[in-house]
């Protein structure tokens, strides 16, 4: 008789236990976030003193945290005079990358394109136009 308590004290404990691992289970079964499937795009404009290259970057998105192995996908070579030449027609620059820009968008699946960040990067000859 003198068991009856510490056996009733070890279910009870063994219960709770139990009781603890699946709450704690289900939480983190319900904070999952769903991975989005297939590739992220990137682009990257490198604007040098010499021209202007157009990147576009791809890697799987189902990785944790969207990491992966970056690959490059596409380089597009601006035709036309540097960005830094038409700070007098700004317009000049933005026909200069059409031929550029109609190539990623086509690299690029359509349902991807709002969610695709695009980074700019310039030498210090950039830096110089005011």
């Not at 056996?7 to 983190?28: D, E, M, R």
């Not at 079964?29 to 990137?42: D, E, F, M, T």
């Not at 404009?45 to 998105?61: E, H, K, L, Q, R």
Request: glycine share 8%; proline share 5%; net charge negative.
């Amino acid at each position: 008789m003198g068991l009856k308590g510490p056996v009733v004290a070890a279910i009870a404990i063994l219960f709770s236990s139990v009781i603890i691992v699946v709450t704690i289970s289900t939480l983190q079964h319900l904070r999952r976030v769903a991975l989005p499937v297939g590739l992220k795009y990137g682009i990257v404009f490198d604007a040098g003193a010499s021209g202007t290259i157009v990147y576009v970057y791809n890697w799987p998105g189902e990785k944790m945290n969207n990491t992966g192995v970056v690959d490059e996908s596409h380089v597009c070579h601006v035709e036309g005079p540097d960005i830094s030449s038409c700070d007098d027609d700004p317009a000049q620059a933005a026909q200069s990358l059409q031929h550029c820009l109609k190539e990623t968008m086509e690299k690029i699946p359509e349902d991807k394109h709002n969610s695709t960040p695009l980074y700019f990067g310039a030498t210090a000859g950039m830096r110089l136009l005011q």
